[in-house]
């Protein structure tokens, strides 16, 4: 998936790799100049996700020689995930910034009978026979955002604003008795990150935020989600929410696009 950021295309890589840099820096200096003091804390939070993948269409090589089809016609649309995050809100020159690291793995498996050929990465897999599917993609984020607009309403909003470098783990494998191919794509993704809270009360707060970032022929990613947070106490909190993702590539080499929507709850210790 995003094969437009994947090996063999150094350059647009590093390219996405300054933007994402420079996305950092603005949002830095701006945040500098706008922040109030914070506290230097940390915090620890775990999130499940009850999901759907409703589509999740591949084909590679992007030509008339392969198949383009829906994996998910071979793992099922159904699955629980989750999130480890891990949060340190710095203070002194950068006060109130945020460097968070984010485990969101992704993987689907299952078993199928297909109706026709498919052609996929140079193997041929036969119609009528059980064929096994995997997909995975896992993404290790690491974000850098500050606060912006600090003057605007801040005893009901707040909003922040920085860049996430992803590092994407992911691979696609196919088998057939005698029969087995596997896609592996590794590599960065840049992103812009963008987050904002609504203050209802002292212990209730509505959020939402989003990872995304556009790339060539249409696709690129987008993961969103909102939340409604009741604050047990100082250090503890809990969230029920949504979230919806979507994103893909195409290109000569590889397409990929698909949509995930899911339902989100979790728990949140600040320190």
Not at 5 to 12: D, K, L, R, V
Not at 28 to 38: F, I, R, Y
Request: hydrophobic residues 40%; glycine residues 8%; neutral net charge.
């Amino acid at each position: 998936m995003y094969d437009a950021y994947a090996s063999g295309q150094p350059q647009e890589t590093i390219m996405q790799l300054k933007i994402l840099f420079f996305v950092c820096w603005v949002t830095a200096v701006a945040g500098a100049q706008a922040a109030s003091p914070s506290d230097d804390r940390w915090m620890v939070q775990w999130e499940v996700d009850p999901a759907q993948t409703t589509s999740n269409t591949l084909q590679r090589p992007n030509n008339s020689t392969t198949t383009r089809f829906d994996i998910v016609d071979f793992t099922g649309e159904d699955i629980t995930l989750g999130r480890f995050s891990l949060a340190h809100f710095l203070e002194g020159g950068r006060a109130s910034a945020e460097l968070r690291l984010d485990v969101v793995p992704f993987q689907q498996s299952g078993t199928r009978v297909p109706s026709s050929t498919i052609r996929y990465n140079g193997a041929t897999f036969a119609a009528g026979v059980p064929l096994s599917g995997l997909y995975q993609f896992n993404t290790y984020r690491l974000t850098y955002d500050v606060p912006l607009l600090t003057n605007v309403a801040p005893q009901f909003w707040s909003f922040r604003l920085g860049g996430t470098l992803a590092i994407r783990d992911a691979q696609t494998r196919l088998q057939q008795p005698g029969l087995r191919t596997n896609y592996v794509n590794f590599g960065p993704v840049p992103l812009l990150y963008a987050y904002s809270a609504w203050r209802l009360s002292d212990a209730w707060r509505v959020e939402s935020d989003l990872d995304a970032f556009p790339a060539p022929g249409g696709g690129g990613l987008l993961d969103t989600s909102a939340r409604v947070v009741w604050s047990a106490s100082r250090h503890a909190s809990v969230f029920l929410g949504i979230r919806y993702e979507a994103g893909g590539a195409t290109g000569d080499t590889f397409f990929n696009f698909f949509h995930q929507r899911s339902a989100l709850a979790g728990v949140r210790f600040d320190f």
